[in-house]
């Protein structure tokens, strides 16, 4: 039982194997739940979580006996066999076929029951193991009926838990194979006779994943009726709740291990209502020391928490409007510093010719070669001699975020959706305005004002609607959108880019750009309009 790895560092050809082992392995924990989830607490009742789900394959034992996940890991990491197949119910929700597969199971659908009596004749497990049987390269575990399965939790978990908690007086588990609770129990009876095992089944044709109803298990060739004293049977909700609960002061199990918590507080209310919860004490401590076994994880079961319990025992969401609204991606890449703007304006307008580009400078309008290789290099950028999609009668300069942009001012629409005063006043050269209600500072700071924002943008009968119209006219435009602070132009440019169109916006907004133009010789005379801008241009 003494872990030979106090470190617990695996290394070597064999490091697989040691980490699988759990000789190699210190106890796993065994956490006493808190008051909180414990209603017995105050009757003198102490409830510990033994947690399989720290082995190394988390939610499945990695012992013989063991579900399908953590024999197609042991069989690669070990061996380095791929050919294992899962035979599986065709009621398995989707998400459980998926992680199957993302282990590299392979997986095989059967029909009728979903959880079938093992010794059944036209069952699966019957057509396995005769498949097995007559076929030397197909090993079947058969874990049912292999009296590993229970021996292994005799050797280990048993063992653990008396190591743990020797004055242990109640052990629950659910009832699946029946290994978990027939081995641990067949050990721990054999140190303390009086320990009771209560073994917990899903309610009859209420099936939480992983346990079975006692009909399905009694059948069992394992030896639980001398080991298990009691059964329970609980309701999927009740497992689906319990374990939930668990999950949020921190112990971390699955809808098996909530059925084996409510499965060992029913246990024990009974008993209390009996009026003999006093004959379970220990005598030395006046204490109930109980364990239940946690051997599976929630996240693959998340849907099913919310079909099994009602909404009011979830906390809310907060600004849910935001759920049917502004759900398409963005990217920082389309999000144009006002260099990069400034660059991207110069290179569409037909003031130039591509081929003598390196002669201009600021003064006349353009970003120097200089400029523009700084600007690209900044953005880590790509330059490129060709566009499948144009005519070859184009000449191309290098790019802004992979995009080529071509000496042809008809390549680019720039979309001014600021107000008309604000228009007015300045603003780029040669950009279409489409005016938008002003909206509040920090746009994405308030839901509604984002819900407001987009469906304006979004609605058939406003302006904004024309930028989709225009582009799918035009398919070969570059969009470029600008407004007061950038905001509503970064959801205006996701909008465009989840359609397809080459959009773009003004990073920092109007605001920002104006600043930087103001500071560029040369380059105000982009700007239109009676700012200081167009002032400052005719000054010069």
């Known amino acids: ?211 079975r109803h006692f009909p399905g298990f009694e059948s069992s060739q394992f030896p639980w009726r001398e080991t298990i004293d009691v059964f329970e049977s609980v309701a999927s909700c009740n497992a689906y709740r319990s374990s939930m609960n668990l999950c949020r002061y921190g112990i971390i199990a699955g809808p098996s291990s909530g059925e084996a918590l409510h499965g060992i507080l029913a246990y024990l209310r009974n008993v209390k209502e009996e009026g003999r919860l006093a004959e379970l004490a220990n005598p030395s401590t006046g204490e109930i020391s109980c364990v239940f076994i946690c051997a599976d994880l929630p996240y693959q079961y998340m849907d099913m928490y919310f079909k099994k319990l009602g909404d009011e025992e979830f906390p809310p969401i907060y600004n849910k409007c935001l759920l049917g609204c502004d759900l398409d991606p963005y990217d920082e890449r389309w999000f144009l510093s006002p260099d990069q703007v400034a660059a991207l304006i110069s290179h569409a307008s037909n003031t130039f010719r591509s081929e003598s580009y390196s002669t201009y400078t600021k003064e006349s309008l353009l970003v120097s070669a200089t400029t523009l290789s700084s600007v690209s290099s900044a953005s880590s950028v790509s330059t490129s001699s060709s566009h499948p999609s144009m005519s070859s009668s184009y000449t191309y300069l290098p790019s802004i975020y992979g995009l080529t942009y071509w000496s042809q001012s008809d390549i680019l629409t720039i979309i001014d959706i600021r107000n008309a005063v604000a228009y007015t006043n300045s603003h780029i050269r040669g950009s279409l305005n489409l005016p938008l209600p002003d909206i509040k500072k920090d746009l994405f700071g308030v839901a509604d004002s984002v819900k407001k924002r987009w469906l304006e943008l979004k609605t058939d009968n406003g302006q904004p609607r024309l930028v989709s119209e225009t582009i799918r006219n035009s398919p070969k435009k570059v969009i470029l959108f600008v407004c007061q602070d950038g905001d509503t132009a970064r959801m205006a440019t996701a909008m465009l880019r989840a359609e397809g169109c080459e959009a773009f916006c003004a990073d920092g907004g109007y605001d920002m750009l104006s600043t930087y133009l103001q500071n560029q010789k040369g380059l105000a005379n982009i700007v239109d309009g009676q700012s200081q801008l167009e002032k400052s241009s005719s000054a010069s």
């Not at 947690?51 to 061996?79: D, F």
């Not at 929700?93 to 199971?105: A, E, T, Y």
């Not at 029909?111 to 079947?140: F, H, W």
């Open 1 to 211: 039982m003494a872990a030979s790895n106090p470190l617990n560092v695996f290394r070597g050809p064999n490091s697989m194997a040691q980490y699988f082992d759990p000789d190699q392995n210190p106890p796993l924990p065994l956490v006493e739940i808190p008051a909180a989830l414990n209603p017995l607490r105050k009757d003198g009742v102490r409830i510990y979580a033994k947690m399989l789900t720290a082995l190394p394959a988390q939610n499945v034992k990695s012992l013989p006996g063991s579900t399908v996940l953590s024999l197609g890991m042991i069989s690669r990491a070990l061996w380095d066999n791929e050919d294992v197949v899962a035979h599986v119910t065709n009621k398995k929700h989707v998400d459980s076929l998926r992680l199957l597969r993302f282990f590299g199971l392979k997986v095989s659908l059967y029909g009728g029951l979903a959880q079938q009596e093992p010794q059944d004749p036209k069952g699966i497990m019957s057509r396995l193991r005769a498949l097995a049987s007559t076929n030397p390269g197909v090993c079947y575990p058969g874990q049912y009926d292999n009296i590993y399965n229970w021996k292994s939790h005799e050797q280990w978990t048993g063992a653990q838990i008396w190591k743990q908690l020797p004055e242990i007086d109640v052990f629950c588990a659910t009832i699946g194979t029946g290994g978990c609770a027939t081995g641990t129990g067949v050990y721990l009876k054999s140190k303390k006779p009086s320990v009771k095992v209560v073994g917990v089944c899903n309610e009859f044709g209420d099936p939480t994943p992983g346990p």
